[in-house]
């Protein structure tokens, strides 16, 4: 793409507050994996790219015009989660105000759940719709040749004044095959910061071991995105990227971000081994569900260097766990305590605000997360966001209160009017279920442990202002 088209492909991450020109730097940040994987796979297609992480680093809408003024790129890609549609607009129109004639593609989850909405926008001109490797290598190869955009499979765009779906593209079955993200397009390492609960032990990076759930969880769009199938990398091929940020990139902490690390127990026991058997001097901690562990995997994780482990809870009701997760309270139970007995630390996620919510399940799920023998939990307001089971149900109830994307933010207050209880009580819930977790001496000397740097002391201290505000 570079001799016949400018200079290839420009990947952007929204940087928060764009749309109002008030750019925020996030306190946390973890590495952009899916813009990683887009500009690993045009680079194996033979296109040059580059990644602006102007999200991570905060940078404004000018430094966005002045990186686009003196790369010329062909195509600008551009991430999208749901909350930061006002700003993937900002930067997608920026492009458009340098030159007209820049390819604007928008990928990610808020894209795949509404393709034809992101096409409509006068400066997007293709929607890109689930997993985009294949996607982009076909958009920059058309591109490139001159050629015609509406053959490529897998997108939405705007044809004759109507927003039209290509056809289907097909999931990625060898997960193997991908290049491992482009993290040299990346920034520093040291730039990237995670939630201080996860501590912090030297250089920090993401990772995924597969793709894909077959749970579909009311509140989760995982399933709705990447499929009712788990979709698993080798044991092999995830140590040697492990292996290989840890001797290149000097990173010693990772965090598995997908929820399938644990669900092929084989799998699993075979990532511990290889860790183990290569003298990876690292630690690690994941996502799991309750009921996909056990003690013997729990026991080979601590000797690999698993540290923490978070599970999805969500409420402590047991019948709401039923629905919700599909999953049995004495599970939870069981898992914690098995965690426990590992060695490795238990996390425990929690919400406020499913459709089914009273007075009496919100102070449940306090009541559950205090007596589970946790280290650390996050307490969240649910956001229903498109493609999820919540969503269709507040949208059928007529209860959505705005579909203003950017409110669509678990830090945010309620986008929806609750059947049973205010959305004050629901932000009350949430703010005393932290405080009754938090505020008790065991938890307190472990966390002012954690405390190593200043600036996990100042995320600390920033979490704690949401709480007591
Ligand atoms: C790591 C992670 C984060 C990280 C980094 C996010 C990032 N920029 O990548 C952090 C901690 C910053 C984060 C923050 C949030 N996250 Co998050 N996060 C995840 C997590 C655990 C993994 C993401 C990932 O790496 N996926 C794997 C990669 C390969 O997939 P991908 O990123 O979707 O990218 C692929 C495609 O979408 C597509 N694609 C994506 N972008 C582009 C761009 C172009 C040009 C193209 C062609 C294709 C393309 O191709 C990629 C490769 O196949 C997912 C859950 C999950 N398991 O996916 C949630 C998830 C993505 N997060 C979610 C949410 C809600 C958030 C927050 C909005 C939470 C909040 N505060 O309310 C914030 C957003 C804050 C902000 N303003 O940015 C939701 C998204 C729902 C939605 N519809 O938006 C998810 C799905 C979790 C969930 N179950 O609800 N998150
Ligand atoms: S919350 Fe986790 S288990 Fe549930 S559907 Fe989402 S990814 Fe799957």
Redesign the pocket.
């Known amino acids: 793409m570079s001799d016949k088209s400018g200079n290839g492909l420009l990947?952007v991450?929204?940087p928060?507050g764009l749309w109002k020109d008030a750019v925020e730097k996030?306190r946390?940040?973890?590495?952009?994996?899916?813009?990683a994987?887009?500009a690993a796979?045009v680079r194996q297609g033979g296109h040059p790219a580059e990644i602006l992480e102007a999200?991570a680093l905060g940078l404004s809408g000018e430094s966005i015009r002045e990186k686009i003024e003196s790369m010329r790129p062909k195509v600008v890609?551009?991430?999208?989660?749901?909350?930061?549609w006002s700003?993937v607009q900002a930067a997608a129109r920026i492009a458009k105000t340098v030159d007209e004639k820049i390819v604007t593609?928008?990928?990610?989850?808020?894209?795949?759940?509404l393709p034809e909405e992101t096409a409509a926008d006068p400066s997007v001109d293709?929607a890109?719709i689930?997993?985009?490797?294949e996607?982009?290598q076909d958009?920059c190869n058309t591109v490139a040749a001159g050629g015609d955009l509406s053959s490529v499979k897998g997108i939405a765009l705007e044809i004759g004044g109507n927003v039209v779906r290509t056809g289907p593209r097909p999931k990625?079955t060898d997960l193997d095959s991908l290049s491992f993200p482009a993290h040299d397009l990346l920034p520093d390492p040291a730039t990237y910061n995670?939630?201080p609960t996860w501590g912090r032990r030297g250089h920090f990076s993401?990772i995924?071991s597969g793709?894909g759930?077959p749970y579909y969880c009311s509140?989760?769009?995982?399933t709705a995105?990447?499929g009712k199938q788990y979709r698993l990398r080798s044991a092999g091929n995830i140590v040697d990227e492990m292996e290989w940020l840890n001797k290149d990139y000097g990173i010693s902490m990772f965090s598995f971000?997908?929820?399938s690390v644990v669900c092929h127990r084989k799998r699993l026991l075979e990532i511990c081994r290889l860790i183990r058997e290569r003298g990876l001097d690292i630690v690690w901690n994941c996502?799991s569900r309750a009921d996909e562990v056990d003690l013997e995997m729990l026991v080979a994780m601590k000797q690999a260097g698993c540290y923490l482990i978070k599970y999805g809870i969500e409420v402590g009701n047991a019948e709401m766990i039923k629905s919700i997760k599909r999953m049995e309270k004495t599970q939870v139970e069981q898992a914690v305590s098995d965690t426990r007995r590992a060695g490795i630390s238990p996390h425990g996620y929690f919400m406020f605000g499913f459709s089914d919510e009273t007075e009496a399940t919100m102070e449940e799920t306090a009541v559950f997360a205090r007596k589970l023998d946790l280290d650390s939990a996050g307490f969240?307001i649910l956001?229903p966001?498109?493609?999820?089971r919540e969503f269709e149900r507040y949208q059928s109830e007529g209860r959505l209160l705005t579909k203003e994307w950017r409110e669509?933010?678990?830090?945010?207050k309620p986008v929806y009017r609750n059947a049973n209880v205010t959305s004050d009580q629901i932000m009350r819930a949430h703010r005393r279920a932290y405080r009754r977790f938090y505020l008790r001496p065991r938890i307190l000397a472990l966390h002012l442990r954690k405390m190593a740097s200043p600036q996990i002391f100042f995320n600390y201290l920033q979490a704690a202002r949401q709480v007591f505000r």
């Open positions: 990947l991450t929204p928060k996030p946390e940040s973890t590495q952009p994996l899916g813009i994987y887009i796979a999200h890609g551009i991430s999208c989660l749901t909350p930061q700003d593609v928008v990928g990610g989850p808020h894209v795949t759940a293709i890109v689930g997993e985009g490797e996607t982009i958009i990625i995670p939630l993401s995924l793709r759930c509140f989760c769009d995982v995105q990447q971000r997908d929820p996502n969240m956001v966001f498109p493609g999820t669509y933010d678990y830090m945010n």
